[in-house]
């Protein structure tokens, strides 16, 4: 899996079609991916020690990997990666423009 946390992405596939947002974590055995402000569904959550209150809450499910696709933003669309070698080390690039990705700061 090319794709990091921290990647800009775009959904490719499926009902939030055409959303862009960033990737908040990844499930490598799954394969799937949880994007910020796509795929929100509502969870009803019984009052806890942690959330007195309980309630009706927001948040972002998790969408497969092959829904996704690396969003460049000078281009403003969807784009393929790839990993070549530089100076003994793997990097990834860019298949479009052939520009090396900064590395993301994982968590």
Do not use: C, W
């Not at 793997?90 to 900064?102: D, E, I, P, S």
């Amino acid at each position: 899996m090319k794709l990091r946390v921290g990647d800009t992405v775009i959904v490719i596939a499926g009902s939030e079609k055409g959303k862009t947002g960033e990737i908040l974590s990844i499930d490598h055995k799954k394969e799937r991916v949880i994007v910020e402000g796509v795929n929100k569904v509502t969870k009803h959550v019984k009052p806890s020690q942690s959330d007195p209150d309980g309630g009706i809450v927001s948040k972002e499910a998790a969408i497969h990997v092959s829904n996704v696709a690396y969003y460049d933003e000078k281009a403003k669309k969807a784009v393929k990666l790839g990993y070549k070698f530089e100076d003994g080390k793997k990097v990834r690039f860019n298949k479009l423009t052939g520009k090396v990705l900064k590395e993301t700061k994982r968590k």
